[in-house]
């Protein structure tokens, strides 16, 4: 997640509630593709990993996982389910060529939209050469808070592609599809497998 104290306070105060929502059959898909995709053993980076289900899911297939988020809460549930969680902003982020895949799945878009170009560079830098990235995004332009004032940054799929293959990346086509979030709504959402 980012710096932005509002949107860490929102995932800190609804960490429970946010644990509690279950994940959609497409969410679920894209999981099982990233793990597959991936040999056993491989080291992973499961970037604002939240209450750590996703991170669960890859550890119980072998994968090698290291995970971080903003929100002590959301690190606390992570820990709690037996995940190798820490806290930490995509900032923090310094690795080279460290991790096979790394999966930021509905993270990134709370980092402002100045900042989102140098994380894309972190990010290729922290992947071994022909590493994996996921990325799962809300589709829109611009930058607003929602409802319970968690700040996003907004994209198209074409601006996405753009910008991953100026960091480096090879995207492959993405997965479109709508999903309910925590603040009640549903919202238009991508997903997108680059290799780095």
């Not at 679920?28 to 996703?54: H, N, Q, T």
């Amino acid at each position: 997640m980012s710096a932005d104290a509002a949107t860490v306070a929102v995932y800190d105060a609804r960490a429970d509630d946010y644990a509690a929502m279950a994940p959609g059959a497409v969410e679920d898909g894209l999981l099982s593709r990233f793990v597959a995709a991936l040999d056993r053993g491989a080291p992973v980076l499961d970037l604002g990993c939240g209450p750590g289900r996703a991170a669960v899911a890859m550890h119980a297939a072998g994968l090698a996982v290291e995970a971080t988020d903003a929100s002590a809460e959301m690190v606390r549930l992570a820990r709690a389910a037996g995940v190798n969680a820490r806290r930490a902003r995509f900032s923090d982020l310094d690795a080279q060529a460290a991790y096979a895949g790394i999966w930021a799945s509905f993270s990134l878009l709370h980092a402002p939209r100045r900042d989102f170009p140098g994380l894309l560079d972190a990010l290729h830098r922290a992947l071994k050469p022909g590493g994996l990235l996921f990325l799962g995004m809300k589709l829109g332009t611009g930058e607003k808070r929602d409802a319970l004032g968690r700040r996003y940054a907004y994209y198209d799929a074409e601006e996405l592609d753009r910008l991953l293959r100026d960091a480096g990346f090879a995207p492959q086509p993405p997965d479109l599809w709508s999903g309910a979030g925590l603040a009640g709504g549903t919202d238009p959402c991508i997903g997108i497998f680059a290799h780095g």
